[in-house]
């Protein structure tokens, strides 16, 4: 268990055009959905497989196949939505949850408004989305929510970490792995992190 930095070249430069503060809303859509499929293909890397026979129209060979894994996708609302097409171009038959936390501005605590999940938690490997690991406290209380539900094998995608945020999750749940394209400096006093990418789900949606 640990952290994965995904550093394949394509991610990273996907990651550093949508840094940019120019980079417009249409683009910065596109390319975290990009960046989305390439860090699934990273994330299910380790899904088991089995032997399969099947019969080219050469001749009859064993091939390998996906041991039937029940897939749930969990984006946290709302920014986690940038990311959730990405991975489901990959894992099309993936069940969705959605759990929808906002950040007390004064406390920067996590607030439940919204939690919908597949009905069988306990079977599925589950990837929790959200592009912006800050404070950690979000993934924490997604992942309580997970696991209240049942879920035993969580593994957590996001864009970009602060250290605070991968401290946060490593302490209240070092069973999950965390998968980010970087860990960047710092967490500013209004908790946005240092470069970062500013609010992603302004990014992602055009609001401000
Ligand atoms: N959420 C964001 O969207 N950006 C940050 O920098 C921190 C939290």
């Avoid at 899904?47 to 946290?76: H, N, Y």
């Avoid at 894992?91 to 439940?112: Q, S």
């Avoid at 490593?170 to 965390?178: F, G, K, L, Y």
């Avoid at 946005?192 to 302004?202: E, N």
């Amino acid at each position: 268990m640990g952290v994965h930095i995904v550093d394949h070249p394509l991610i990273q430069h996907k990651l550093t055009l949508i840094r940019d503060e120019k980079t417009g809303t249409k683009d910065f859509r596109e390319m975290l959905e990009e960046i989305a499929t390439l860090m699934a293909y990273e994330i299910t890397r380790n899904l088991p497989l089995e032997d399969f026979k099947v019969k080219t129209p050469v001749a009859e060979c064993t091939g390998k196949i996906l041991v039937g894994r029940k897939v749930g996708v969990v984006p946290i609302l709302r920014a986690g939505l940038g990311m959730l097409g990405g991975v489901l171009n990959l894992i099309p038959n993936a069940k969705v949850g959605h759990i929808g936390l906002y950040r007390d501005p004064e406390t920067l605590k996590p607030v439940e408004y919204y939690c919908k999940l597949p009905a069988d938690a306990t079977e599925r490997e589950f990837i929790l989305v959200d592009p912006m690991l800050a404070t950690g406290y979000s993934s924490v209380a997604a992942v309580d929510i997970l696991k209240r539900k049942g879920a035993k094998n969580i593994k957590l995608m996001c864009l970009v970490a602060a250290p605070e945020g991968v401290a946060v999750m490593q302490e209240r749940h070092p069973d999950v792995d965390i998968y980010t394209a970087a860990v960047d400096d710092y967490l500013d006093d209004h908790g946005y992190i240092v470069p970062g990418l500013g609010d992603a789900g302004d990014r992602i949606f055009g609001t401000k």
